[in-house]
Structures are given as C-alpha cells and as structure tokens.
C-alpha cells in the first residue's frame, strides 16, 4: 500500500465531518491508501459520522480504551500498511495535492524519512490581526503555524501534529509517549516532537515539503488569553521531557533549577504589573503572561517528576 493516513478523534462530529469532506476532495487516482480513525472515547455522533463516510472513503475505525492522543495512536501503530504514513489530527483540513506531494517529496528524498507539510492556521473572523500574524512567535505553539523555510529541503525543526509524514519501515517498535499529548485536564504537551527527536536521534533528517498544505483549524475559545495561558503552561509541562543542549544547573531548590525559579518569579511579577496597568486581553500582557505560565509549568512538572522519582525509589 502506498498510503496510510492516521487520527485520532474525540467528540468533535461536526468538525470531524468537515474535515472527511476533504479527505473525498484528495487526488488519489493511481494510489493506493487508506484512512485510520481511532474513536477515542467519543459520546456524540462520531461513530454515525464515520460509517457515513465509510460508503466512499477506505476507513477503518478503531477504538481506544481511556482518553489521550498518543494512547488513541499507537492502537493503530500496528495496523497500518502504507509505506508512507501520514499523521494528522481530526481539526486538519488538507488540499487536494497534499498526499500526492508528501509522495513525491519522498521519491525526490530518498535517503530521508521525516517530512513535514506547510501548516497554515484557519482563524475565526474576529481573530485580533496581531495573534494571525506570523510575527506573533507562540503561533507555532498555540495554533501549530508551520512555515520554517522558502524551499524545499533538510530544516532544523522538526514538524508538527497537525501533518507529518514518516516511512513506516523507520518508526518499526517505535510507539507515541502516552504521558504526553492532549488528554483529560493538565497534559503535557510534546507527543509528536518526542516521538520525532527519537527517530531524529538515529540520524534521520527533517525535510519540510511546503508544496505538501493543510489548514488548522482554531477555535473561538482558543484565541483568548485563558486558553492561550493554559496552552504555555501545558508547553512548559512538556518541555522538561525533551532533550536541550543547555549545561545542567548546579543550584537546585525543590526539584528545579534555582535559576528557573528566579525566572518564574521575575516573569510573573512583570505580568501581574502589565495586567494592573493595562488590560489582560493586550497583545502585551498575554505575551508576558506566556512567558510566565511557560516557565511555571516547568517548575511543576520538575517538581512532580522529582516526588515521583523519590516515591519510586522508596517502593
């Protein structure tokens, strides 16, 4: 099989819905493919939605027993077929070329493995024009914005959730982090970058393929502050479990570096002053409040991984 694309999903019918119409408007003459759902718990008209498009689309429906991304992805891990899979994410609309580019992208690179498509964010009109705009840096965060070069080629930066296409031949016994991904509550953010640095660890290259497009799709509720807040925390969170160049800190207090400690609480007094001066909803406050909630969930996430390791080593 030439294909094999893969999402999870969970109550979310009528978008889930929309974006299936794209998946009937793909160029897929001459491929063979298929499309692997995982059901990840929904209560609504998920499953009614999927066997309506079962009739013209190669599905199959999977389920995942308790609620998170990553646990929802590897029930498929050993299901598919497709010499090239592509990851995505129920809230993604592709163009029409976009299996067909990723395929030719790989046939141009042979040697590599990793491809990432160009993610361009779909906002609601009221959007305020500053948080669309590609200068506003936590876009590639909060709402996977995805351009990191003009051509064509190996980038520094690996690609993002919304689409990433990997040879299945390179990820072989590999599974998704299930500690990490959306899930209840709290999470921390990272599932695809870790499984990503893994197989980037064994020498393999990111090519980002721009001719490869697909819309994200945000939300009202995930264009204001709150949301926005909650999204760097839950960065922060997943920061700690990824690898960084930085030398390890001497000075630790309460499981984090005292340097960390001293950034969160410089951080946050900025923000509390720009939220008593100006109002919270400002482009600058919630950059501020960004940095701040970022660092702060490093500090907890630190400090919870510390009383794990303690209680562990106790047993």
């Known amino acids: 099989m030439d294909v094999s694309i893969l999402f999870a999903t969970r109550n ?3 978008q889930l819905e929309r974006t299936l119409e794209c998946y009937r408007a793909l ?4 491929l063979d493919w298929e499309l692997l759902i995982v059901d990840n718990g929904s209560t609504d008209a998920t499953a009614e939605v999927i066997e309506q498009a079962r009739r013209d689309l190669p599905i199959t429906y999977l389920h995942a027993d308790g ?3 990553n646990r929802a992805r590897n029930v498929a891990m050993d299901r598919l077929s497709g010499e090239l899979v592509i990851f995505t994410d129920d809230d993604v609309l592709p163009e029409p070329d976009c299996m067909r580019a990723y395929i030719e992208a790989a046939q141009r690179w042979p040697d590599d493995v ?15 024009a500053w948080m669309t705009s590609p200068d506003f840096e936590f876009a590639t965060t909060a709402f996977a914005r995805y351009q ?5 080629g190996p980038v520094g930066r690996h690609p993002y959730g919304p689409s990433f296409a990997v040879r299945r031949a390179a990820f072989q016994g590999m599974r998704f982090n299930e500690q990490l991904g959306p899930q209840t509550g709290s999470y921390a953010m990272g599932g695809e970058g870790d499984f990503l640095r893994r197989l980037a660890a064994r020498g393999h290259r990111y090519i980002y393929v721009p001719q490869a497009r697909v819309a994200h799709v945000v ?12 999204r760097a925390y839950k960065k922060g969170r997943g920061q700690v479990y990824l690898p960084s160049a930085k030398k390890t800190p001497k000075l630790y207090w309460r499981g984090a570096p005292l340097k960390l400690w001293l950034a969160t609480l410089r951080s946050g007094l900025r923000y509390e002053l720009c939220r008593r001066l100006q109002s919270a909803q400002k482009r600058a406050c919630i950059e501020r ?3 701040y909630q970022f660092r702060l969930g490093q500090v907890h996430e ?3 991984r510390q009383i794990r390791l303690t209680h562990d080593n106790h047993d």
């Open 12 to 14: 979310r019918a009528a």
């Open 27 to 30: 160029d897929t003459q001459g």
């Open 67 to 69: 609620v998170g991304q």
């Open 114 to 128: 990793i491809f990432g498509a160009r993610i361009e964010p779909s906002f609601p009109a009221d959007t305020p």
């Open 148 to 152: 990191p070069a003009d051509q064509e």
């Open 219 to 230: 939300r009202t509720d995930q264009t204001n502050a709150d949301w926005l807040l909650s």
């Open 289 to 291: 409040g960004i940095t």
């Open 302 to 304: 630190l400090r919870a």
